[in-house]
């Protein structure tokens, strides 16, 4: 607790970075972007070495730094579905072991990848089964196969039957990796203009953007206005107070400004920690 406030974490990770993890040709690149972007923002003393980074975290390795070395009361882990990575990057496997462990202080989001199609329906009725999720994570790209493909929020053969089971299923929340390109893919799947049509169409589900504030700022800042069922995950966004803290106030600044405060209700902070150290 922050002066008797709690602090909820919307956002944190256990990688599984080491070389035998590693699908396809896609891992370690996409290993090179998400390191050197954190050495880029990390405050001065904070920023991991290459031999620190590119392993397997343990989930209680990430558990200490948020729990221990920070003020942070309830987090959430995200299992995600990056398919370079034979666990998805952060596996299912340590979402299970951080609510068997820590009950009262971590809850999970389920990840699948949409383009594997019926599959990923099955897989979502798996993870939901084991997991109990509040949310579900996504990714604008695939890495299926020998190729990046990418999908977007408001197809609706691609995007709309996952959004309908996971309803079905009880999932409150879709988050989606948003702003940030992992890596030499099309900028389009990562603008954020495609969640409108799924707000639209699914009023009862929470739309998360998760980095928003990094870029399409106006878009963004826009949809929090328009659309009461949008919210805004502050991943790495956070990240910019300690070492450019005049670009966080001028994103903090124009994601309020069409929408006012009813905007801040739905502004989540996230630090994505082991990543970033809370």
């Not at 992992?182 to 049509?197: A, T």
């Not at 699914?202 to 106006?218: C, D, Q, R, S």
Request: one cysteine or more; hydrophobic letters at 45%; proline letters at 7%.
């Amino acid at each position: 607790m922050i002066d008797g406030i709690p602090v909820i974490d919307a956002v944190i990770h256990a990688y599984n970075m080491e070389a035998s993890n590693f699908a396809n040709r896609f891992a370690a690149p996409l290993c090179d972007l998400v390191y050197h972007s954190v050495v880029g923002t990390a405050v001065p003393g904070y920023a991991p070495t290459a031999q620190q980074f590119y392993r397997d975290w343990s989930i209680e390795e990430t558990v200490d730094q948020v729990f221990v070395e920070s003020d942070t009361d309830l987090a959430v882990y995200h299992v995600l579905p990056i398919a370079s990575f034979k666990d998805g990057l952060c596996s299912l496997d340590k979402a299970i072991e951080a609510q068997a462990r820590w009950p009262d202080r971590i809850v999970t989001y389920c990840g699948v990848d949409p383009l594997a199609g019926p599959a990923a329906l099955d897989e979502l009725e798996r993870q939901v089964e084991i997991l109990r999720p509040v949310g579900l994570k996504l990714y604008p790209n695939s890495w299926l196969g020998q190729e990046i493909r990418g999908w977007k929020m408001d197809d609706p053969e691609i995007a709309f039957p996952v959004f309908e089971r996971a309803e079905k299923l009880g999932i409150k929340v879709v988050a989606v990796h948003k702003a940030l390109p992992l890596g030499p893919v099309p900028m389009e799947h990562y603008k954020v203009d495609d969640i409108d049509r799924a707000c639209m169409a699914f009023p009862n589900l929470n739309f998360e953007i998760v980095h928003g504030g990094m870029a399409f700022l106006e878009e963004t800042a826009w949809q929090l206005a328009r659309f009461p069922n949008v919210y805004v995950n502050l991943e790495i966004t956070s990240a910019l107070v300690g070492t450019r803290p005049l670009a966080f106030a001028q994103a903090m600044a124009m994601l309020v400004s069409p929408g006012g405060s009813v905007a801040l209700e739905r502004m989540l902070w996230g630090t994505g920690a082991m990543a970033f150290h809370p």
